[in-house]
């Protein structure tokens, strides 16, 4: 029987496994269904970590993340897993109250923030030259591109030094929640764990609901491209509120481009994994409206992925019932926050405690409205 068996090896997973291990919590096995960890989700991810986001707990797991993500750099010597771009926020007017108001509260954690006009935006980024008149920017020089796939890969590797144990190509296929136990249905076998923590990313509800048991969780469909740019760029992360697009450079010949939410359920076992043509001509149209060198640049491939949406756009994080843990509930904005939400997980799970307002059964499982959490907005 294991101590604790972890479902699901994505950034969340595998956050969780290296804090349990670090923990002492007995023996720790993480199951993860494809061949590799980081493969769905936290793969598909643009990688931005920023401290712009519109919840004090949020902003205390970004900065504890950007300690294990700069601990996981540091093991593995991987040099390019954070690239130190920064992020510049593009704005109208009627959203310069709401930004100057995160711009305030940055500066007061002491966290470097800038308003800058136009012509500031323009001579620091000349291949800004389309940015329209009346556009400001909030930048925020110390925000990161976290390469998720090499920190959760470095992160398995770490916990399996300190003695993890990993099945990949494990698909779980049930969960039974018993009163001294937990069995784990897998791939003709039946594991035995004390507790049992899922971290299936948008899998997580539907393995709860094997053991009979649900939680309010609703997938919905993000898109990301990728595009290459021939002649170079030499821009920093950039985010266009008015129609909520982003752009994360990816080295100096390609960028991600981001903005194709879909806020309605999606089946994480059939969905459309590529991006819509519609997606690709409103990137196409974002970036050349942005940038006049746009012109020469090229799809080179689109995706698709889910995210977890909750009734108040909190994680679910703790005890189900007896033994059984989950955390998920990503809002769209779960790799700058996961390591350290793995590192409570575990932490909640050991101690079997609870954090009442990210309790899994605080909301009932009924339908609610999905609404993105990686947002300014309150
Ligand atoms: C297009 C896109 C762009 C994004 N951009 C950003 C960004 O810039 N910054 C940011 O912070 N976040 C971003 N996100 C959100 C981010 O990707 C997620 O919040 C994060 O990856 C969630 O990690 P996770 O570990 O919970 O889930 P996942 O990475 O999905 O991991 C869950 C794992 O569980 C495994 N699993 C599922 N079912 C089973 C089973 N039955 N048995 C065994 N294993 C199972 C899966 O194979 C998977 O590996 C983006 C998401 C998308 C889709």
């Known amino acids: 029987m294991y101590d604790l068996v972890i479902i699901g090896g994505g950034v969340w997973g595998t956050a969780a496994a290296l804090a349990a291990v670090e923990a002492r919590h007995g023996s720790v096995l993480l199951l993860e269904a494809n061949p590799y960890v980081a493969g769905e989700s936290s793969a598909k991810a643009g990688g931005i970590v920023t401290d712009l986001v519109w919840n004090a707990e949020d902003l205390s797991w970004v900065t504890r993340s950007r300690e294990l993500f700069a601990a996981a750099q540091r093991w593995s010597e991987d040099n390019s897993m954070i690239r130190h771009y920064g992020m510049l926020t593009l704005f109208s007017q009627s959203q310069a109250e709401l930004v100057q108001r995160r711009a305030d509260g940055l500066l007061d954690k002491g966290i470097p923030a800038e308003l800058w006009d136009l012509n500031q935006i323009v001579r620091t980024y000349p291949e800004l030259d389309r940015v329209a008149d009346g556009v400001r920017g909030l930048w925020t020089p110390n925000d990161w ?4 796939t ?48 899922v971290a299936a990313g948008t899998w997580t509800r539907k393995l709860v609901q094997t053991a009979g048991l649900d939680i309010p969780l609703r997938p919905y469909r993000v898109q990301l491209a990728s595009l290459n740019f021939p002649v170079g760029h030499h821009l920093p992360i950039l985010w266009e509120l008015v ?19 879909q806020l309605w359920e999606h089946n994480p076992d059939d969905y459309q994994t590529t991006g819509d043509d519609a997606f690709k001509l409103s990137i196409a149209q974002g970036v050349i409206g942005l940038s006049s060198r746009a012109e020469q640049a090229g799809l080179r491939s689109s995706w698709a992925g889910l995210c977890g949406g909750t009734p108040d756009r909190r994680p679910l994080l703790g005890a189900v019932t007896d033994r059984l843990y989950v955390a998920c509930g990503d809002e769209g904005f779960g790799v700058m926050r996961g390591p350290a939400i793995g590192e409570l997980a575990a932490r909640l799970v050991a101690e079997d405690a609870a954090v009442p307002h990210l309790n899994p059964n605080r909301h009932p499982s009924t339908d609610f409205t999905i609404r993105p959490g990686f947002t300014l907005e309150e």
Request: no cysteine; net charge negative; charged share 20%.
């Open 145 to 148: 591109y976290v390469n998720p």
């Open 150 to 197: 090499a920190y959760a890969t470095a992160t398995l590797s770490a916990a399996v030094a300190k003695g993890l144990s990993v099945k990949l190509s494990y698909r779980v296929k049930s969960i039974q929640v018993e009163d001294s136990k937990v069995l784990i249905e897998g791939p003709g076998e039946t594991l035995v764990a004390a507790k049992v923590l």
């Open 243 to 261: 129609s909520d697009m982003y752009i994360v450079p990816d080295g100096e010949h390609n960028l991600l481009a981001g903005d194709g939410t």
